[in-house]
């Protein structure tokens, strides 16, 4: 017999909620104990004074912590407290504007680190569970799903105005407090760092990929990240279906704005061209260009190749070390 409309599951067969809220909990109970809720202070007249809070995720066995720029910013100390009541001062390792992450440590004993996932096989749609400690609450759990891939969020970095490309937009809960707080897919991977709240039902997080990677490794060397400049504004977009390049590629990026007197401009590139490689290498989104654009690409020259008036014209541009007056 078939099953009716709306009715349960078959005998013997696994109830959909039950299955979902078995996959959140496992995630939850594995995430939850290497997420910290923390306050931040920078030294005044009269002592310490509190200047932020939010969450953070340990993700080294010598107790490193990853958390948001915006969190730590203003501020020269901290203390962690875990979800199982033990606590540790931090220090501040290294923080980049530019991608909204910061490096901490804890400078006494911390849980066993989180599993770091790559947000590359992230599918919108798929389910994702958030840990941090929204309003001061620390452990909360939200779940939701991917609602979009490839979204842009504005950020400061002294007097300039820049884009963080690539953040994951998600339905799951996020509050103020929640900033610096885990991500997790249905296995229990760190897949993104909660960055902000952009509206009812709207939560973004940076993701963790190959480039963040790289960020949190200059960070935990150097303090900071060096970047190279090119000076382009650009959009991803799928090429034409009359256009078919050599290699298969089909997707570009667009030149919506070209930075007068930076490196691109000089080099001719001009508005509504398509980049459809970089340094010799394919690229067809923000983040396939930008992990080609760091400290060993500065004052070197870097080939860019681009669709203009439907031919391909190749350019050479010398990036330039980013500044904050850039």
């Known amino acids: 017999m078939n099953a009716t409309p709306g ?16 996959t959140v909990i496992r995630v939850a109970e594995s995430v939850t104990p290497h997420v910290a809720a ?13 200047v932020g809070a939010g969450s953070a995720v340990v993700f080294t066995e010598d107790g490193y912590l990853l958390t948001n720029a915006h969190v730590v910013a203003r501020a020269n100390e901290g203390r962690a407290v875990f979800a199982d009541g033990s606590a540790a001062d931090i220090d501040i390792i290294g923080a980049d504007p530019l991608s909204d992450l910061a490096v901490l440590r804890g400078l006494s004993a911390t849980p066993a680190p989180a599993r770091l996932g790559d947000a590359e096989a992230l599918r919108v749609g798929q389910l994702v569970i958030a840990v941090g400690n929204p309003l001061g609450l620390s452990g909360s759990v939200s779940a939701g799903v991917v609602s979009g891939l490839g979204r842009s969020m504005p950020a400061w970095s002294g007097g300039s105005r820049r884009v963080i490309e690539d953040v994951i937009q998600t339905d799951a809960a ?12 249905s ?5 993104g760092i909660s960055t902000a709240v ?30 190279a400049y090119l000076g382009l504004v650009s959009t991803p977009m799928q090429l034409p279906a009359t256009i078919k390049l050599r290699n298969g590629q089909r997707h570009a990026l667009r030149v919506v704005e070209v930075i007068p007197g930076s490196p691109a401009a000089k080099a001719g590139l001009k508005q509504g061209d398509l980049v459809v490689s970089a340094g010799r290498r394919p690229v067809a989104s923000a983040e396939s260009l930008q992990k080609l654009l ?3 690409a500065i004052g070197v ?12 014209v190749d350019v050479i541009a010398v990036p330039e070390e980013m500044t904050e007056s850039v």
Do not use: C, K, Q, W
């Not at 009715?7 to 078995?22: I, V």
């Not at 296995?187 to 897949?191: D, L, N, Q, T």
């Open 38 to 50: 923390i306050e931040m202070a920078r030294h005044g007249r009269n002592g310490p004074v509190r």
């Open 187 to 191: 296995r229990g991977y760190v897949v």
């Open 198 to 227: 952009a509206g009812a039902g709207l939560g973004l997080a940076i993701p963790i990929n190959a480039t963040t990677r790289r960020i949190i490794s200059a960070l935990l060397t150097d303090g900071r990240v060096r970047r």
């Open 301 to 312: 020259p870097f080939p860019v190749t681009v669709m203009r008036s439907g031919a391909l």
């Open 7 to 22: 009715a349960g599951p078959a005998p013997g067969a696994e109830d959909p909620l039950d299955a979902y809220s078995r």
């Open 174 to 185: 996020l509050n103020p407090g929640s900033s610096g707080g885990a991500l997790a897919d």
């Open 294 to 296: 760091f400290s060993d």
